[in-house]
Nanobody
Framework: QVRLVESGGGLVQTGESRRLSCEFSGGSVDSWPMGWFRQAPGKEREYVALLDVWSGNIAYDDSVQGRFTASRDSAKNTLYLQMNSLKPEDTGIYYC??????????????WGQGTQVVVFP
C-alpha cells in the first residue's frame, strides 16, 4: 500500500525558513517520480517542485525558484522541501505526491494528507 505522510508545517515569520518532510512507504523515493504541490486559501492546487527520477532533474515553479529546494534521503525513503526566504504568498497546504510512472504539474496517482504552512508578516 502506497502511503505519503507530510510533516513540518506550522507558523513561520516572513523571511524565515522551514523544512517539510514526506515519508514514503509502498514505493521508493529513488525510483518513483515525486513532486511537491501546494494549495493556497481560495486557490487551486499548484505544483511547487517536480523530481524526475530518470534524469535527476528537479523543476521548480517560478514563484519558488531560488528559494525552495527539494531533495531525497534514500536511507529514510523520505522527500524533503527546504523553504527559505518565506513570503506570505507561500501560505498554503503543502502536499507531496508520487506515481508509478509520471508526476505532472497537474496529476499524480498518490497524495499525502498535506501539511499547512502559514507565513505571517
Amino acid at each position: 500500500q502506497v502511503r505519503l505522510v507530510e510533516s513540518g508545517g506550522g507558523l513561520v515569520q516572513t523571511g524565515e525558513s522551514r523544512r517539510l518532510s514526506c515519508e514514503f512507504s509502498g514505493g521508493s523515493v529513488d525510483s518513483w517520480p515525486m513532486g511537491w504541490f501546494r494549495q493556497a486559501p481560495g486557490k487551486e492546487r499548484e505544483y511547487v517542485a517536480l523530481l524526475d527520477v530518470w534524469s535527476g532533474n528537479i523543476a521548480y515553479d517560478d514563484s519558488v525558484q531560488g528559494r525552495f529546494t527539494a531533495s531525497r534521503d534514500s536511507a529514510k525513503n523520505t522527500l524533503y522541501l527546504q523553504m527559505n526566504s518565506l513570503k506570505p504568498e507561500d501560505t498554503g497546504i503543502y502536499y507531496c505526491a508520487s506515481s508509478r510512472h509520471e508526476v505532472t504539474t497537474e496529476k499524480a496517482d498518490f497524495w499525502g494528507q498535506g501539511t499547512q504552512v502559514v507565513v505571517f508578516p
